[in-house]
């Protein structure tokens, strides 16, 4: 079956400009995860959703970072007035009612 | 403060050459440990969870073990398409459902 899938796979933007990045979870799964993962290091938590409700939101780096999932499926990120700092990988994973989560392929932010 | 450390870094083996790759953990209540693969440009993908002292797992060449410290995956015989990066993370009972990732350990198998 279809696994987790995110878009683009790649986003080139100016320092400043608003960001939005797509998760798409696994038919049914109800959880869905966002990490962000730098060069040579593991997945970092940002925010997790159970159906639409954000369930913890501990990670986001600060208040230009928030997330969304209206319906319970689709998942976005926004990053505002992005900087530099803001570049990396940004991975979307989503999990049933086990707790393995099952990661997509990232979106690679570069902002210049 | 939950905290992840995996060793070693980096391992070459040559094929055949079999060994162990580590990952200490400390956390307030172990709800799940995690190992996944990550090849390069993919995301991570899953391969086992423990969830109790003494628990073992097994997936082809591969066995993952669990103490309350530490936990052990095990490659036997290990062939040059095991080589990526294994990464470990642990979920803690009262940090909801995040996992908290160590750095990896990058393994070369060479013919």
């Known amino acids: 079956g279809a696994g987790v899938s995110q878009s683009p796979r790649y986003k080139v933007t100016k320092r400043g400009q608003d960001v939005a990045l797509r998760c798409d979870p696994i038919?049914?799964?109800?959880?869905l995860y966002w990490y962000r993962q730098a060069l040579g290091q593991g997945p970092e938590f940002l925010t997790y959703?159970?159906?639409?409700?954000?369930?913890?939101k501990s990670g986001l780096p600060n208040d230009r970072f928030s997330a969304e999932r209206p319906e319970g499926s689709i998942s976005t990120l926004t990053i505002q007035r992005t900087e530099q700092r803001d570049s990396a990988m940004y991975r979307c994973?989503?999990?049933?009612?086990?707790?393995?989560?099952?990661f997509g392929p990232g979106t690679r932010l570069t902002v210049t | 403060e939950d905290q992840v450390t995996q060793s070693p870094e980096a391992l070459r083996l040559q094929e055949g050459e079999s060994s162990s790759l580590n990952c200490s953990y400390t956390?307030?209540?172990?709800?799940?440990l995690f190992w996944y693969r990550q090849d390069p440009g993919k995301g991570p993908e899953f391969l086992f969870t423990?969830?109790?002292a003494g628990e073992e797992k097994e997936k082809e060449r591969l066995k993952a073990t669990l103490t309350k410290k530490e936990s052990f995956l095990h490659i036997t015989a290990p062939k040059p398409e095991d080589s990526a990066t294994y990464l470990c993370?642990?979920?803690?009972?009262?940090?909801?459902?995040?996992?908290?990732f160590g750095k990896g350990t990058s393994l070369l198998v060479t013919p």
């Open positions: 956390v307030s209540g172990l709800r799940g």
């Open positions: 959703f159970n159906y639409e409700a954000q369930q913890d």
């Open positions: 994973a989503s999990s049933s009612t086990s707790y393995e989560q099952y």
């Open positions: 993370a642990v979920q803690a009972q009262n940090s909801g459902y995040a996992l908290n």
């Open positions: 423990l969830y109790s």
């Open positions: 038919s049914g799964h109800v959880s």
